[in-house]
Structure formats: C-alpha cells, structure tokens
C-alpha cells in the first residue's frame, strides 16, 4: 500500500528522531548549554558581590549575561544542525536516509530535528540560568518574570533558528569538519571582520555610513540585536542605552529588536532555500 504524503513525511520525521535518539551527539551538546548557564550566573554573582555599586543593577546584569549566554548557545545549536546534516555524507548513511522519501522530506525532517533541539538548548539555559543566578543573589534585585519569560522566548527561537540554518549549511557544505568550522568560524570570527570592515572609516561622532549600517543584518548580529534588546530596555531608554547596544551586538544604526528577528529568519529561509536546490542536485553515489 502506497503512502499519502502526509503519512510518508511522518514516516520520514519519525525515522529522523530515531536517528537523533539513537546517537549521542545531541545531548553531548547539551552539556555546554548547562555550563554556560552556570557560567552566566557565577560571572552575574561575583560582579555583584566585588563592585558594591552592581547591586542596583543585579537585574540588568542577569539578563545581559543570560542574553550572552544564549547567543553562545545559539552557536551550539548552529553546529548540532550542521553535524547533524554533514554527518549524513560523512558516515554514508545519506542514501538510506533519502529511501525513506524525498530529499526535500529528509531536509524538512533534519530541519524540524535541528530547530527542536537548538531551541531545546535555549531553554536550558533560560530556565538554569536565572534559577542559579537567583538562589545566588538571593534578595537582591532580580529581573521580573515577565522580563525573563520574554528573553528566554526570544532566545529559543533564536538558537531554533540557527538550528536549521546550520542543517541549510551542512547540506550545503557536505564534509562534517568543514561544516561546523565555517558554521562556528563565521559566528566567533569572520562576522566580527565583515563587521570590522564595514564600520571601517567611521568615526565617532556623526551618523553611520550605509555600509555600517548593513552591520545590523549580518545574521549573528540579527540575532544578537534581538538578545540584548532585552537587558537595554529593562536599562532604560536614551542615547547612553542604545550606545551600549551598539556595542553588545557590535552593529552602528541598530533597528528594533523585532526587525532582527526577521533578519535572522530571513537568511535562515535563505539558507534553506539554497541547501534545497544545492542537496536535491547533488550526487551521493
């Protein structure tokens, strides 16, 4: 009996989450996750105990280091995707996996997969996070749950994305060690030149070029500009704030917090598009 499509893609995305399951990359990953949340929240404790001062703004500082941690985490779920993807080629087991259905049903599963666990990792963080951070600064100043909930939201959908961006480079890129330095690579270094080089020539004082103003829609500063949007508001608002912005996210001219997070899902449906065309032409024999 021949399968509906419906019934073929569950089958395809079921034998993807048994293939996730069955190894132990996914949760290998998780154990950074854990760390950073960790590490955000001794770093966020021990600026409040050694500068006095810091007390009055404990709350900004948990929700600027857990907005960093989550942008780190957000790398982790880029190169899980990317593994994920790659390893097919590496492993050759890209051939069995494309008898279950059609090359863009396996990508559409590797997607979904990527998205859930990167975005999984977000949540790790944004709920150990704060819950370390808390039972450490104990009655001190803490941010309030609404402002926790919606940087935590917006850091799962952030990590979720880069998920499937790193499948999209992944497929793109079919070595496993070339997918996940040019993945982790781009986000750690080469966007910070791209940036470098942009914003070269400005100075100061004055309003950016054009060109320093393309810096908010690289996609690590896309989603960087969404994360720390959150600890910039709960700071307050003038030009002060928004220098900081600028210098967290590393862009000139930044747009607001939801704008960015259409950049990101923009390159991310970029990037697919682009791997569906690219994996549905590639020979695997």
Same mark, same amino acid.
């Given at each position: 009996?021949r399968?509906?499509?419906p019934?073929?893609?569950?089958?395809? /995305?079921?034998?993807? !989450?048994?293939?996730t399951?069955?190894?132990?990359?996914?949760?290998?990953?998780?154990?950074?996750?854990?760390?950073?949340?960790?590490?955000?929240?001794?770093?966020?404790?021990?600026?409040? #105990?050694?500068?006095?001062?810091? =007390?009055? =703004?404990? $709350?900004?500082?948990?929700?600027?280091? #857990?907005?960093?941690?989550?942008?780190?985490?957000?790398?982790?779920?880029?190169?899980?995707?990317?593994?994920?993807?790659?390893?097919?080629?590496?492993?050759?087991?890209?051939?069995?996996?494309?008898? =279950?259905?059609?090359?863009?049903?396996?990508?559409?599963?590797?997607?979904?997969v990527?998205?859930v !666990?990167?975005?999984?990792y977000g949540?790790?963080?944004?709920?150990?996070?704060? #819950?370390?951070?808390?039972?450490?600064?104990?009655?001190?100043?803490?941010?309030?749950?609404?402002?926790?909930?919606? /940087?935590? %939201?917006?850091?799962?959908? !952030?990590?979720?994305?880069?998920?499937?961006?790193? !499948?999209?480079?992944?497929?793109?890129?079919?070595?496993?060690?070339?997918?996940?330095?040019?993945?982790?690579?781009?986000?750690?270094?080469?966007?910070?030149?791209?940036?470098?080089? /942009?914003?070269?020539?400005?100075?100061?004082?004055?309003?950016?070029?054009?060109?320093? @103003?393309?810096?908010?829609?690289?996609?690590?500063?896309?989603?960087?500009?969404?994360?720390?949007?959150?600890p910039?508001?709960?700071?307050?608002?003038? $030009?002060?704030? @928004?220098?900081?912005?600028?210098?967290l996210?590393?862009?000139?001219?930044?747009?607001?917090?939801?704008?960015? #997070?259409?950049?990101?899902?923009g390159?991310?449906?970029?990037?697919? %598009?682009?791997a569906?065309?690219?994996?549905?032409? @590639?020979?695997?024999?």
């Amino acid at each position: 009996m021949r399968l509906g499509a419906p019934h073929r893609w569950a089958a395809v /995305l079921t034998a993807e !989450v048994r293939r996730t399951l069955s190894v132990r990359l996914w949760w290998l990953l998780l154990i950074p996750a854990v760390l950073l949340a960790l590490a955000m929240s001794l770093f966020g404790s021990l600026i409040t #105990l050694l500068v006095p001062a810091a =007390t009055e =703004t404990s $709350a900004i500082l948990m929700l600027t280091g #857990l907005a960093s941690a989550l942008s780190t985490t957000a790398i982790v779920g880029a190169a899980y995707g990317a593994l994920l993807a790659a390893g097919e080629y590496r492993h050759r087991t890209i051939t069995s996996a494309f008898l =279950t259905g059609t090359r863009s049903q396996v990508l559409g599963a590797k997607l979904v997969v990527a998205a859930v !666990v990167a975005g999984a990792y977000g949540l790790v963080v944004a709920l150990l996070g704060p #819950l370390l951070g808390g039972t450490v600064l104990g009655g001190q100043q803490l941010p309030s749950w609404g402002q926790l909930a919606g /940087l935590g %939201a917006i850091g799962v959908l !952030v990590c979720a994305l880069w998920g499937a961006l790193g !499948v999209a480079v992944g497929t793109l890129v079919p070595n496993q060690a070339g997918a996940v330095t040019l993945t982790v690579g781009y986000l750690l270094v080469g966007e910070n030149l791209i940036a470098g080089a /942009l914003r070269a020539g400005d100075s100061s004082f004055g309003d950016p070029s054009v060109f320093a @103003r393309l810096t908010s829609f690289l996609p690590g500063n896309a989603g960087d500009l969404a994360l720390y949007e959150a600890p910039v508001s709960a700071a307050g608002a003038g $030009a002060d704030v @928004r220098t900081v912005l600028e210098f967290l996210a590393g862009v000139s001219a930044p747009p607001p917090g939801w704008v960015a #997070l259409l950049v990101l899902a923009g390159w991310t449906v970029a990037g697919v %598009a682009l791997a569906v065309v690219v994996g549905g032409r @590639r020979d695997i024999t």
